[in-house]
């Protein structure tokens, strides 16, 4: 059964792609004004989002927020935004984030509760050759699925 308040507003669809996810975790997210209602609407993009950890406190990049239509103040639609966590998983954040190579990329934002959520992930940056070999992977998968298919009908 789902309710009106859980449901996935946006997702980063290029993280798995560009990016090997190791650990995920799910976070609050301080919004001003009307950005939720531009999130309900699926007006936002997590493209270019990342997260870091500065002075005990994880705040959020490069994501864009569409301007609600009918909101009168007028805020930045990239501007920094804190997402809220428990000391402990910014501990965990802050000491993964600092191996080489290693970053926080935003996955998806989603309501449950009725509450704006995002989920966040450590990830590691892929090479051309894991790409291609995730490409590889995914095709031979719907191969399978197709030629299984076509065995029933």
């Not at 994880?58 to 501007?79: A, C, K, N, Q, T």
């Not at 802050?94 to 934002?109: C, D, L, M, Y």
């Not at 590691?124 to 719907?142: N, P």
Request: charged share 35%; glycine share 10%.
């Amino acid at each position: 059964m789902s309710r009106r308040g859980d449901q996935v507003a946006i997702t980063n669809r290029r993280s798995r792609y560009d990016y090997e996810l190791l650990e995920h975790w799910e976070c609050g997210i301080v919004l001003k004004g009307a950005e939720v209602k531009s999130i309900r609407l699926g007006r936002a993009n997590l493209q270019d989002g990342y997260a870091r950890v500065e002075e005990g406190e994880v705040w959020l990049y490069g994501m864009h927020v569409s301007p609600y239509e009918f909101s009168l103040g007028e805020l930045d639609p990239v501007r920094r935004r804190k997402l809220l966590l428990h000391a402990k998983q910014i501990d965990d954040l802050a000491r993964g984030s600092q191996e080489k190579g290693f970053t926080i990329i935003p996955t998806r934002v989603y309501f449950k509760d009725g509450r704006a959520k995002i989920e966040i992930a450590l990830a590691r940056g892929k090479r051309a050759y894991d790409k291609r070999q995730t490409l590889a992977a995914r095709d031979a998968k719907r191969e399978t699925e197709r030629a299984l298919k076509g065995d029933r009908g």
